[in-house]
């Protein structure tokens, strides 16, 4: 056979395991909404007006009808298509179908970078696209980097996403680092977006953020946004983020997380390789980001759930 034909062959069966995998993570929200609706119920997805507005994005026509839905169960609607959503989000077929190597369907560097290399040009349509907005995740991410002051490190910056979202009157300092040198090149050009007094308090390098070359105790905040499901060794990070930071400093994370309705996290718990193989950004979705935290010897100083924790917005300090 011709590579043509082998490649439409092996495009076929990427596609056939994502629509396994996404029908099964959608019948899984609605049984667990079907079970335990009064706790999945949450603030995960925006109002009606926005969801009408995917209306114009091919396969999510049918969201935006169900959004426009008056019933008593409305509430609960809005909860299935969160989940729905979540899961489309983790599932865009641009990253989607690479084979991938690792401990437990995490991605050995290695791959990782070559990976994120790859589709450094359209990851914007995975994290910043349709569905990102219609979780609201700009709005999240904005709240949380409101936080960052002085000399500000971001680790996993990718394609700088938040470069346009920080508050630069009150930074001093912001290094961005990611082990991408494609991903980097995106985030440049977002950095030369801004005005020359903010884009002057940017340091973008490529370092991997497990092995980081900072000397101790460089920064007063250390800013992590979805990237910690995907690293090979997250617990490594959060050391290194531990050790960077100024005694005091704080850390803030926006992060996918294992949900607190126990229905949901088992859940999670069964789909995750399914995920960590198939999904958008090869993340893993279940990992407790709060243990993980504590583990290294952060204080928590506040946890904010979305949709009963699947996204968690943590802010921690570094004590000594």
Request: proline share 4%; hydrophobic share 40%.
């Amino acid at each position: 056979p011709s590579e043509e034909m082998l490649a439409m062959t092996a495009c076929r069966r990427r596609r056939r395991g994502m629509l396994q995998a996404a029908s099964l993570l959608t019948l899984g929200a609605i049984v667990v909404q079907i079970l335990s609706p009064s706790r999945v119920a949450g603030p995960l997805v925006r109002p009606a007006s926005t969801l009408r507005s995917l209306a114009s994005c091919g396969r999510r026509r049918g969201v935006a009808a169900l959004s426009v839905f008056q019933s008593p169960r409305r509430r609960a609607v809005r909860s299935i298509l969160g989940s729905t959503l979540l899961v489309s989000h983790q599932l865009r077929p641009s990253i989607a179908g690479e084979k991938l190597s690792g401990d437990g369907g995490r991605m050995a560097d290695i791959d990782r970078k070559k990976l994120y290399d790859n589709v450094a040009d359209k990851y914007d349509e995975l994290d910043g696209g349709a569905a990102a907005t219609a979780l609201g995740l700009p709005e999240k991410r904005a709240k949380l980097l409101a936080e960052a002051s002085g000399d500000v490190l971001e680790l996993a910056v990718g394609t700088g996403l938040n470069l346009p979202l920080y508050r630069y009157e009150n930074i001093k300092s912001l290094r961005g680092v990611d082990l991408s040198s494609g991903m980097l090149q995106n985030a440049v050009v977002k950095k030369n977006k801004l005005p020359a007094r903010d884009k002057a308090k940017i340091s973008l390098s490529e370092m991997d953020a497990s092995r980081l070359s900072f000397d101790d105790n460089s920064f007063d905040y250390v800013v992590e946004t979805f990237s910690l499901c995907v690293v090979y060794n997250p617990e490594a990070v959060l050391r290194e983020a531990f050790r960077v930071l100024k005694p005091g400093g704080q850390l803030l994370i926006l992060e996918n997380s294992r949900s607190t309705n126990p229905i949901l996290g088992l859940y999670q718990d069964v789909t995750a390789d399914i995920l960590a193989r198939y999904g958008g950004k090869a993340c893993i979705w279940n990992q407790d980001v709060i243990e993980l935290t504590k583990n290294v010897g952060f204080k928590l100083d506040y946890v904010e759930d979305y949709g009963t924790g699947l996204l968690r917005a943590v802010k921690a300090t570094k004590q000594v």
